[in-house]
């Protein structure tokens, strides 16, 4: 069972780029999951998930032999990080009242490529995070490169819709 939600129910067998397959699926399951119930349904989606993720990562590892700390295969730390980028754009539309399938795109799009590169490119504390390795430091890069790329998604709508003069 945790290595069925550790690889997202196989998504992670996807090649090449397993964690941008995940991502990828994961905006689609955001949107989807706005769609039906908006920010709230997508907050608690992500609440969810993130506890399992830390539970299932740390049991589909320590049942391994191969001593690998953070296999490609796991990407359900991918799909916790990129629906916390989701939430930003969610709230943004559901704040501004926007109807529930109505979704600009560049918000969705903005999260998804903020999340990949602090995901690959590992800055600062998603760096120190992926060093762990251990459980907790393959669930917690993505989840910081997912805070880290909500901020970029509210800055960026905050300069698009005018709030910050740049």
């Known amino acids: 069972m945790s290595q069925l939600l550790t ?3 196989g998504v992670g067998y ?14 689609i399951l955001a949107i989807f999951l706005h769609g039906v119930g908006g920010f709230p349904l997508l907050l608690l989606a992500t609440l969810v998930i993130i506890p399992i993720g830390f539970v299932a990562v740390k049991n589909d590892l320590a049942t ?5 700390t953070d296999p490609s295969e796991i990407v359900i730390d991918e799909v916790a990080g990129q629906w916390i980028a989701m939430c930003a754009p969610s709230a943004g539309f559901w704040f ?3 109807p529930p399938w109505d979704i ?4 969705p799009l903005t999260a998804f490529l903020a999340f990949r590169l602090f995901d690959i ?3 600062w504390i998603v760096g120190r995070a992926d060093r762990r390795n251990d459980a907790a430091g393959v669930m917690l890069d993505d989840l910081y490169a997912g ?9 960026a709508a905050g300069v698009a819709h005018g709030i910050f003069h740049v």
Not at 64 to 68: M, P, S, W
Not at 147 to 155: F, R
């Open 14 to 27: 996807l090649r090449p780029a397993s964690g941008t397959w995940a991502s990828a699926l994961a905006v």
């Open 104 to 107: 600009p795109w560049p918000g």
């Open 7 to 9: 690889t997202f129910f």
């Open 121 to 123: 490119w590992k800055p």
């Open 96 to 98: 501004a009242g926007l």
């Open 147 to 155: 805070l880290m790329a909500a901020v970029v998604v509210m800055i």
């Open 64 to 68: 391994r032999k191969d001593g690998v």
